[in-house]
């Protein structure tokens, strides 16, 4: 397992952007290796996943933020840079950072940060 980190959420109006980031403690060979995946949840709901990030930058998103959202991230900082475009109010929620061996297999996760989107 890994410790994460996210950091950059906050509030903002619709039609604005957030730079989100996520930073991992270890070593840098095993985060090279590692899948990222962000979330969202609101009160009620499940974990849904936005996006992924392979360790040789393969991406995957879901289809309610393409176009709007990308993810990236750089192995030599073990850090994940989420970037959210063109928010809109049904994006509100709080975003997990994850880690784990495959896509969908996640078996570390961050503290989360709140996104609000208003109006």
């Known amino acids: 397992q890994v410790l994460l980190a996210e950091s950059g959420g906050g509030l903002v109006q619709a039609g604005g952007s957030l730079s989100l980031s996520c930073a991992a403690s270890?070593?840098?060979?095993?985060?090279?290796?590692?899948?990222m995946g962000w979330y969202r949840q609101v009160p009620g709901n499940e974990r849904q996943l936005v996006a992924d990030?392979?360790?040789?930058?393969?991406?995957n998103y879901a289809d309610s933020v393409k176009g709007r959202f990308t993810i990236s991230r750089d192995n030599g900082k073990k850090t994940v840079f989420p970037q959210m475009n063109n928010l809109k109010p049904e994006d509100t929620g709080v975003y997990y950072c994850?880690?784990?061996?495959?896509?969908?297999?996640?078996?570390?996760w961050g503290q989360g940060t709140q996104v609000t989107v208003s109006s």
């Open positions: 994850a880690a784990g061996p495959i896509r969908g297999k996640y078996d570390s």
């Open positions: 990030i392979t360790g040789g930058g393969s991406t």
């Open positions: 270890g070593s840098i060979f095993s985060f090279r290796w590692n899948v």
